[in-house]
């Protein structure tokens, strides 16, 4: 470890945030966090009980109301004020990230900027939230409809994208008038951590933002779930969990937002720009080393144009770098555990079995740290585990059709609906794309498609509610309607 990391991760806070003041675990019980490319251990922070989490709770709805009443431009002028020092601190930000994740130096610092523009998009909504007042169509009485705070917030962020993940939750509620509780992961805490001391140096009261670190999740947020004091719940993490969550919420009626697994469809036509394609491909795929649910899954190519495309996606990830994020050239660096390997390496070993060819990579790297080789996978038959599990790591599968509507019927033969990937020159193709792919976001002939001032969020088991967005807003506000008699 540097001088320069040491220096930052003594800047960064190893309590639990309650209150407005950082405070030790129960009993102080602690948790170490690793960094993935070693193995080493990178802090110990304050490991929660439940009873911390419910202070945490206890602090947000102290909060409440006074943050309720605070006037929509006081809450955007913290919001901004926020804005500008996370990019006063972009470079600790980003390699914070890269230290507990593991993702390239160069792709965090695209995190601080695309994190950093939901403080800025929703400090601007804070003031625009509005209702309407008119007479009702029987001219009987005038109908006021407005916009409330929904009140408390539990937020259970994941471990990907340690900045964009808290504060594309954290904005919205804040401008809202939420107060809320975070629970970041035990794996990538730190970036969150930290962005938390700079909300308090923008001025942020006490209480409106608490947080608690933990490697008991269930234990600590069960309790949360089930209070009657809390309103509203936010995850972002895999399906199967959600559907935990979903059934927990479901006892109180809880008002929940779920941003949940995906399985991307990536479709190429015999008619797309080869070149854009392969671009696309390289981004859609192995952005954040291919552990996105945005993350392209399956590749679905012309059976025309699948050799060309499989050789020259193969040829660009051959000279992809390996290694740990800090070091200069890098582009894949470690998956988040032992567990993410052994998953990607037995999605790949079974695509193989069932008939498909590795083009290039396909191997686990050997240790410290735990990598796995930027892989293509070409051939892959119907059946094979990869075509309908996330993949979550960097290795590109690739499956032919022979017509547009194969390619439809292949992209939609999923449970899982967040966001799918065509390539084309036809416009009235990707018109009809849009209306075709049961997708809740989708990229046409780019590769990225994340943006705060869009929509984001699935359909089908990908999840329910969105994030960014005017829309995004809307998930901490409830509609009020009164009527008053005409004069």
Not at 47 to 72: H, K
Not at 255 to 280: T, W, Y
Not at 315 to 324: L, P, T
Not at 441 to 453: E, K, P, R
């Amino acid at each position: 470890m540097t001088a320069t990391e040491q220096t930052l991760l003594s800047q960064v806070p190893t309590g639990l945030f309650i209150g407005g003041e950082w405070v030790a675990a129960e009993q102080d019980r602690t948790l170490a966090v690793v960094d993935p490319a070693t193995g080493s251990p990178l802090l110990e922070i304050a490991d929660a009980s439940p009873a911390d989490a419910l202070r945490a709770l206890d602090a947000a709805v102290a909060a409440q109301q006074e943050w309720a009443a605070t006037a929509p431009r006081r809450r955007s002028d913290i919001l901004r004020r926020a804005f500008d020092l996370v990019h006063e601190h972009a470079d600790d930000l980003a390699l914070l990230m890269t230290l507990e994740m593991g993702k390239p130096l160069a792709e965090a610092r695209g995190e601080v900027t695309y994190g950093g523009e939901f403080l800025r998009w929703f400090s601007e909504e804070a003031v625009r939230i509005s209702g309407r007042y008119g007479l009702n169509p029987e001219g009987t009485g005038r109908m006021l409809v407005s916009q409330r705070p929904v009140g408390p917030c539990l937020f259970i962020t994941p471990w990907n994208f340690p900045l964009a993940m808290a504060t594309r939750k954290i904005a919205p509620a804040l401008a809202a008038g939420c107060t809320v509780v975070v629970k970041p992961p035990a794996l990538t805490p730190l970036t969150t951590l930290y962005f938390v001391k700079l909300l308090v140096e923008a001025g942020l009261p006490a209480g409106v933002v608490n947080v608690y670190t933990t490697d008991a999740s269930s234990a600590t947020t069960a309790p949360l779930i089930t209070d009657p004091r809390l309103r509203k719940l936010s995850f972002t993490g895999s399906t199967e969990v959600g559907r935990r969550l979903l059934a927990q919420a479901a006892d109180r009626v809880l008002r929940v937002s779920m941003e949940l697994g995906g399985n991307a469809p990536f479709l190429v036509f015999d008619d797309a720009d080869l070149d854009q394609a392969v671009d696309g491909a390289m981004l859609a795929k192995f952005r954040n080393i291919g552990q996105a649910c945005t993350a392209a899954n399956r590749f679905i190519v012309h059976e025309s144009v699948a050799e060309e495309f499989a050789a020259r996606v193969a040829a660009r990830v051959a000279r992809m770098k390996v290694g740990r994020g800090t070091e200069d050239g890098v582009q894949i660096g470690p998956l988040i555990d032992g567990r993410a390997v052994a998953k990607a390496d037995e999605l790949v070993r079974d695509a193989v079995d069932r008939g498909a060819t590795v083009l290039t990579g396909g191997n686990v790297l050997p240790g410290p740290g735990t990598f796995f080789e930027p892989t293509v996978v070409a051939g892959v038959r119907s059946g094979s585990s990869i075509l309908h599990e996330e993949i979550f790591g960097p290795v590109l599968a690739i499956a032919t059709f022979a017509d547009e509507d194969e390619a439809v019927l292949l992209a939609n033969d999923t449970d899982y609906g967040l966001v799918s990937y065509a390539f084309t020159r036809d416009l009235a193709r990707g018109h009809r794309l849009i209306d075709r792919l049961e997708t809740g976001m989708m990229g046409l002939n780019v590769g990225v498609v994340s943006n705060a001032a869009a929509p984001f969020g699935g359909v089908k088991q990908s999840g329910i509610g969105r994030e960014g967005g005017p829309e995004g807003i809307h998930e901490f506000l409830s509609t009020k309607y009164t009527l008053i008699p005409a004069d």
